[in-house]
């Protein structure tokens, strides 16, 4: 018998990651937790939420789902998904469609050293009233932490949800 066939641990290999994708890989995967939301315009409430980063070795890309549901119930709430696609200067686009039907190109950049993402956007389609949304995530103490800005036609950039997740 030789040293392969008396081997009890089948050899994998780490995976693959895009060179592009590789300083923010600490993102891939599921993470879920809770969040706060509220507006000068709506009353405020909590959610709970699930993201998930997922990455196809050949592309510069990170596929980008997240879904919220109401906590006293599980009724689903909100869910959204996009690409976001880093650049090796340290920038990244980002586009979002949601399910209430607007969408978001986004811009921004990232660090990986801080595990830090800032976005801007850049276009909001398909909404009669939101105007700019910002995005900030940032790993901290292992949790995915982020919060989200929104203006509209009336009311200037506020804050508007926040949240900490933890990777399954």
Same mark, same amino acid.
């Given at each position: 018998m030789?040293? &392969?066939?008396?081997s009890s641990? +089948?050899?994998?290999?780490?995976?693959?990651?895009?060179p592009?994708?590789? +300083?923010?890989?600490?993102?891939? %995967?599921?993470?879920r %937790? !809770?969040?706060?939301?509220?507006?000068?315009?709506?009353?405020?409430?909590?959610?709970? $939420? $699930?993201? #998930?980063?997922? #990455?196809s070795?050949?592309?510069?890309?990170? %596929?980008?789902? !997240?879904?919220?549901?109401?906590l006293?119930? %599980?009724?689903?709430?909100?869910? $959204?998904?996009?690409?976001w696609?880093p650049?090796?200067?340290?920038?990244?686009?980002?586009?979002?469609? /949601?399910?209430?039907?607007?969408?978001?190109? !986004?811009?921004?950049?990232?660090?990986a050293? $801080?595990k830090?993402? #800032?976005? !801007?956007?850049?276009?909001?389609?398909?909404?009669?009233?939101? &105007?700019?949304?910002?995005?900030?995530?940032q790993?901290?103490?292992?949790?995915?932490?982020?919060?989200? /800005?929104?203006?509209?036609?009336?009311?200037?950039? /506020?804050p508007h949800?926040?949240?900490?997740l933890k990777k399954?």
């Amino acid at each position: 018998m030789d040293a &392969k066939t008396n081997s009890s641990a +089948p050899e994998t290999s780490p995976p693959v990651i895009h060179p592009a994708v590789a +300083p923010l890989s600490y993102l891939l %995967g599921t993470w879920r %937790g !809770q969040g706060e939301g509220g507006f000068p315009t709506i009353n405020s409430f909590s959610y709970g $939420e $699930e993201l #998930h980063f997922s #990455h196809s070795p050949s592309k510069p890309v990170i %596929g980008y789902t !997240q879904k919220t549901w109401k906590l006293s119930s %599980g009724e689903p709430m909100h869910a $959204e998904s996009g690409y976001w696609r880093p650049k090796p200067d340290g920038t990244i686009e980002v586009v979002i469609a /949601q399910s209430n039907g607007l969408v978001e190109v !986004q811009k921004g950049t990232y660090s990986a050293e $801080e595990k830090m993402i #800032h976005l !801007q956007s850049e276009i909001v389609g398909n909404a009669s009233k939101v &105007k700019e949304i910002r995005r900030c995530f940032q790993l901290v103490d292992g949790n995915l932490c982020y919060d989200v /800005q929104m203006a509209t036609n009336t009311i200037t950039l /506020q804050p508007h949800l926040k949240a900490s997740l933890k990777k399954l």
